[in-house]
């Protein structure tokens, strides 16, 4: 089952907390992201049936091959939370052990993992045997915790030996947050180590990053993130470059095309007023690196409704 993931290098939208809800991951799939995964979910959470924890991990058809990140520090919690997730029928379920935020490595998730690689290890082997096979198993971590435990090779093969059926390597350490550069030379030297697929994550800001990921580190795929933020065209792009060896630019019809159907998707599943106020730092993302869009983010900002805001957006870049 996981080799018909890679029939070629895929293009995945990486999870990213508090913005890849499912209007933003349907807007990617549009532009040609080709694997979707959900926000950070807590395993603890699921396992009490939270109702804030439980939004996150609700998907449209539209969105597979989809994957559900989930969290946590304890195997059996772990194991308890993607067995709950099986009935939902993502494509994959996939263990987060790279988040260097503050609240998460407190509790001993996310990268924290990275310097308990014992029960990282037992939390492999206990969500693998909870999902019986059905669907496949992916970590997602970084390089190590600070500069001198960059334990990243030996962390990746025992997560292999555990059962994971593919991983994504960050190559930036826990410690560096997401300053700095990432170093694709350890995507490189992971991938010539385990026998699993790798995917590559980190500073894929352009389609030529893109396709310099593919060639050097020969990677089985790439996660690109936060460049995605008001850029969902990226993927087509990156695309249409590995395969056609071009791309187009985009046009300032494309980009109020796409903010418009991004709003509208928005409102399928949340209120007015919930849109207005959390699409804020979304729209904005799309204005930036164009003139004159200072005051045009001022205007998204001080706005309330959804009817003045498309008039904002097809007015401001009208202008521009």
Request: with cysteine; proline share 5%; hydrophobic share 40%.
């Amino acid at each position: 089952m996981t080799l018909n993931l890679f029939p070629q290098p895929l293009l995945f939208l990486a999870p990213l907390a508090g913005y890849t809800d499912s209007a933003f991951r349907q807007i990617c799939k549009i532009w040609g992201a080709e694997v979707l995964c959900s926000e950070m979910v807590s395993a603890d959470g699921l396992i009490r049936n939270s109702a804030k924890t439980l939004q996150y991990v609700n998907f449209e058809e539209t969105e597979h091959p989809f994957g559900i990140q989930i969290f946590g520090s304890k195997p059996s919690v772990m194991a308890k939370a993607a067995a709950a997730l099986l009935p939902l029928k993502p494509d994959f379920i996939d263990i987060n052990m790279g988040c260097p935020v503050k609240k998460v490595v407190c509790k001993g998730a996310g990268s924290a993992l990275m310097q308990t690689p014992a029960l990282a290890s037992q939390i492999v082997l206990e969500t693998k045997l909870a999902l019986q096979g059905i669907i496949p198993l992916s970590v997602k971590f970084r390089s190590g915790w600070d500069f001198k435990n960059q334990n990243y090779l030996d962390f990746g093969l025992l997560l292999q030996d555990s059962g994971a059926d593919f991983l994504c390597l960050h190559p930036r350490t826990a410690h560096q947050m997401y300053s700095g550069s990432s170093n694709w030379e350890q995507i490189t030297a992971l991938k010539q180590k385990v026998q699993i697929p790798v995917i590559g994550n980190g500073d894929i800001k352009s389609p030529e990053d893109a396709l310099q990921m593919l060639t050097e580190t020969k990677c089985d795929g790439i996660m690109i993130g936060r460049a995605a933020l008001g850029k969902p065209w990226l993927f087509a792009q990156c695309r249409d470059l590995i395969s056609k060896g071009t791309y187009h630019p985009i046009t300032r019809q494309e980009i109020v095309t796409t903010i418009f159907n991004h709003i509208d998707k928005a409102l399928l599943y949340k209120p007015e007023k919930v849109v207005v106020r959390e699409l804020r730092s979304q729209l904005c993302f799309y204005t930036k690196g164009v003139l004159g869009s200072a005051e045009l983010r001022n205007k998204i900002n001080h706005t309330e409704r959804i009817t003045e805001l498309k008039a904002i957006i097809q007015s401001g870049f009208s202008l521009l």
